[in-house]
């Protein structure tokens, strides 16, 4: 069993910064991409950013330049560095991995349970 379990929302003002975590763990073989994605009440979940095992990262346009995704491959962890935050950026964050369980089977797609993010003044 594969579990991830993010930290690190909350509530902060215009122009804050938060710092997420996520932490997978279980039975893992190995972690290929792993992503934050968010979802605002009414819209649809959409990419915020992805990382590859061989560190190649990719960003949604609306976080560019403000939001930074990194990873640490001997804890499984996955991070999100979010500075100048917006209000727009209010949602509840979810992590995702792509998992191998074992050398013998593909990557199955696993989701964290989500963490709220709000920005207000």
């Known amino acids: 069993q594969v579990q991830l379990v993010e930290s690190g929302g909350g509530l902060v003002q215009p122009g804050g910064s938060l710092r997420l975590s996520c932490a997978a763990s279980?039975?893992?073989?190995?972690?290929?991409?792993m992503g934050w994605y968010r979802q605002a009440p009414g819209k649809q979940r959409e990419l915020v950013a992805t990382?590859?095992?061989?560190?190649?990262?990719n960003y949604f346009d609306a976080v560019k330049g403000r939001f930074i995704i990194s990873r640490d491959n001997a804890k499984n962890t996955v991070y999100l560095q979010m500075s100048s935050l917006k209000p727009e950026d209010t949602a509840v964050y979810y992590c995702?991995?792509?998992?191998?369980?074992?050398?013998?089977?593909?990557?199955?797609?696993?989701w964290g349970q989500g963490t709220q993010v709000t920005v207000s003044s």
């Open positions: 995702n991995a792509d998992i191998q369980t074992t050398r013998w089977e593909l990557d199955r797609h696993y």
């Open positions: 279980g039975s893992i073989f190995s972690i290929n991409a």
């Open positions: 990382i590859t095992s061989g560190l190649r990262i």
